[in-house]
């Protein structure tokens, strides 16, 4: 890794290990590479990136010391919430860098997500992105089946949160590095895409590897809730739907399940088909 490339990702990490989020970084083209060009990244191809996602840590380590904090103004959906302020850290620890972030759920008035974060998880090396076209003769027939991502410590226990681009930093000499294939045989595929589209509530496609740590009894617990009653669930008002005055430059989505991101038959994108709505990250 170039040595500015690690410097930069030691101080993200610095930022963000501590409270439950991995990092990985990537080149802007070889996500481009992947995608039709409407859903290309506006950006020159050596434009350094990098991928954020929360473990099974997050929820202790960040999202409850979140809640207990002044930063609940405006209160809309905790996580989202709590995962931007985090990233406005990331903003405040790199003044000096141009830098644009883009959490997971956010999309384009069209409703066009503006990051597919499940294949920026895959060309980073974070997770591999399972999708039908891994299985050969796939029996699945006319069903659209969504893809999923599994992480090699975690399995499908973390979340995707966002990107964080560095317009201006380019790394033409970035390694690629190819995420573990820890689902490789054909039968095991089957099962975790059918677990994941047909079976996502009862959690086991997740474990898909066995994972270093899953959920809490008490996160699952939260992320099983409907989105409208987490509030009541923590014990919090609902509030009225509004842009936080705190981190203006982060649109929150409000209290509602967030977009899922399209997934594909036969490439990496296919946006008439989306995933199943799943329990949570």
């Not at 903003?91 to 883009?102: D, K």
């Not at 974060?117 to 974070?126: C, D, L, S």
Request: with cysteine; hydrophobic share 35%; charged share 20%.
């Amino acid at each position: 890794m170039e040595p500015h490339v690690a410097e930069l990702k030691q101080k993200i990490e610095d930022t963000l290990c501590p409270f439950g989020f991995e990092v990985y970084p990537f080149q802007v083209a070889w996500y481009n590479e992947l995608l039709p060009p409407a859903f290309h990244l506006p950006l020159p191809g050596p434009t350094l990136a990098f991928l954020v996602l929360s473990t099974p840590a997050m929820f202790d380590q960040a999202l409850k010391p979140f809640l207990q904090s002044h930063h609940l103004q405006s209160l809309t959906d905790p996580v989202d919430q709590c995962v931007a302020y985090h990233l406005r850290r990331v903003r405040q620890s790199l003044p000096e860098l141009q830098m644009e972030v883009i959490a997971d759920y956010e999309v384009y008035p069209n409703r066009r997500p503006k990051i597919l974060a499940q294949t920026a998880a895959h060309v980073a090396g974070a997770a591999y992105y399972y999708q039908r076209q891994d299985v050969e003769a796939d029996p699945w027939g006319t069903q659209h089946i969504a893809g999923v991502c599994i992480h090699p410590r975690f399995g499908g226990w973390f979340a995707i949160r966002g990107v964080v681009l560095l317009p201006g930093t380019e790394t033409p000499d970035l390694p690629r590095k190819k995420p573990p294939d820890c689902v490789p045989s054909r039968a095991a595929r089957i099962t975790l895409l059918e677990g994941f589209n047909f079976h996502w509530r009862d959690w086991t496609y997740r474990d898909a590897v066995t994972p270093q740590e899953r959920y809490s009894e008490e996160q699952k617990t939260y992320f099983s809730t409907p989105p409208a009653q987490r509030l009541a669930l923590l014990g919090l008002a609902q509030t009225k739907e509004e842009p936080s005055p705190i981190f203006p430059e982060f649109p929150f989505t409000t209290l509602t399940k967030k977009s899922q991101i399209p997934s594909s038959a036969r490439s990496w994108l296919s946006p008439s088909i989306s995933p199943p709505v799943s329990p949570g990250p």
